[in-house]
């Protein structure tokens, strides 16, 4: 079975992320690319850790928040605190969630409202 391995432009592609955002998850040790030379290589386990990162992003968790994700997903053994720490977490972020939908949906309700208004003294 072939192993998977992207290069570095490959990577940037398929998560449409920047060179320096690439770059940035590396410094901060969220990805560990193989080197040879210059050039970074990354097989199926950072391909995987990358997707827990977009998905992180996407819920709108903090990168230390991903990382602890990530360390819970790299863990063998599952810790009962730490799978209660990520509910938590989770909890938390899904109630700021709901809380910025309900401003979305409150901010749509009153702009709809003035722009009936407006085209009604058309």
């Known amino acids: 079975m072939p192993t998977t ?5 490959d990577m940037c592609a398929e998560f449409d992320v920047t060179p320096r955002t690439l770059r940035y998850y590396e410094y901060i040790e969220l990805l560990q690319p193989e080197r040879d030379g210059r050039s970074r290589f990354y097989h199926a386990r950072e391909i995987a850790r990358m ?5 992180g992003r996407k819920f709108g968790f903090s990168l230390e928040d991903i990382r602890q994700w990530l360390d819970l997903y790299d863990t063998t053994e599952k810790n009962t605190a730490q799978m209660q720490a990520w509910i938590e977490l989770a909890d938390a972020q899904m109630g700021e969630l709901t809380s910025r939908r309900d401003q979305i949906e ?3 309700s009153e702009l709809q409202a003035l722009r009936d208004q407006v085209a009604k003294g058309l």
């Open 5 to 9: 391995r992207l290069s570095f432009k």
């Open 51 to 55: 997707k827990l990162i977009m998905r």
């Open 106 to 108: 409150e901010a749509i």
